[in-house]
């Protein structure tokens, strides 16, 4: 079992960044894959970002978001700039045992809660 658990999240301007973090606890991640996905009121879960316990990175888009992780801390993190109103969202993080850069969720063994993301125009 892990379990993961986000922070970071908030209330920001249209411009403005945040950095999420998400620790994992249990049984270790660190030769895992760990994903961050979003989902806005109303809409599908959505891939944001995933990373290798080696540090290949796969975006749904470049330039804005930068995924890192710690392995000796158990977390990733994801660094979002520029921050746009239609990024507001739940972002929650993921762990995938199975498969390399997935960003299908259904290959996505565990959870966390998420922590909500509101971008204000």
């Known amino acids: 079992q892990v379990q993961l658990v986000e922070s970071g999240g908030g209330l920001v301007q249209a411009g403005g960044s945040l950095r999420l973090s998400c620790v994992a606890s249990?049984?270790?991640?660190?030769?895992?894959?760990m994903g961050w996905f979003r989902q806005a009121p109303g809409k599908e879960r959505e891939f944001v970002a995933a990373?290798?316990?080696?540090?290949s990175k796969y975006y749904a888009d470049s330039g804005r978001f930068t995924i890192s992780r710690d392995n000796a801390k158990n977390t990733v993190y994801l660094q979002m700039n520029s921050l746009k109103p239609e990024d507001t969202a739940v972002y929650s993080c993921?762990?995938?045992?199975?498969?390399?850069?997935?960003?299908?969720?259904?290959?996505?063994?565990?959870w966390g809660q998420g922590t909500q993301v509101t971008v204000s125009s």
């Open positions: 249990g049984r270790s991640a660190s030769s895992a894959t």
């Open positions: 990373i290798t316990w080696r540090g």
């Open positions: 993921a762990v995938d045992y199975g498969s390399f850069l997935s960003r299908d969720y259904k290959d996505y063994d565990y």
